[in-house]
């Protein structure tokens, strides 16, 4: 269980504060810590994560099985390292899944 307090903490530090704080001092597509949510949870699910986990049960993120949470803050370390070129494709993917596009944005997520 350690290992799993490990990962939510991580989680939290990554989404909610070192992504959105390198998103915006190095101008990514997306800046938002709830974008970096939506994007991380969506690629650990696999599909909208709103289809997969309760979106009433907060936080969504806690919801995740163990493989899932995993999965998740490794790619938001992957996020972390790559930075923006990353971060475009994920988003896109993420968007599609929601019947969106991402091409044109003109603003920060």
């Known amino acids: 269980m350690a290992d799993r307090a490990r990962l939510l903490s991580r989680y939290r530090e990554l989404?909610?504060?070192?992504?959105p704080r390198r998103a915006r001092?190095?101008?990514w597509v997306?800046?938002?810590?709830?974008?970096?949510?939506?994007?991380?949870?969506?690629h650990a699910v696999r599909g909208?994560?709103?289809d997969v986990l309760d979106r009433r049960r907060?936080?969504?993120f806690a919801q995740l099985?163990?493989?899932q949470l995993d999965a998740?803050?490794?790619?938001?370390?992957?996020?972390a390292a790559e930075g923006d070129p990353l971060l475009r494709e994920l988003d896109a993917q993420s968007l599609a899944w929601r019947g969106k596009q991402a091409a044109g944005r003109t603003r920060p997520a």
């Open 58 to 60: 907060s936080p969504a």
């Open 15 to 19: 989404v909610l504060d070192e992504l």
């Open 30 to 42: 997306v800046t938002a810590d709830h974008c970096f949510g939506r994007i991380v949870l969506d």
């Open 48 to 50: 909208r994560w709103y």
């Open 72 to 79: 998740a803050v490794t790619l938001a370390e992957r996020i």
């Open 25 to 27: 001092a190095g101008g």
């Open 65 to 67: 099985d163990d493989d």
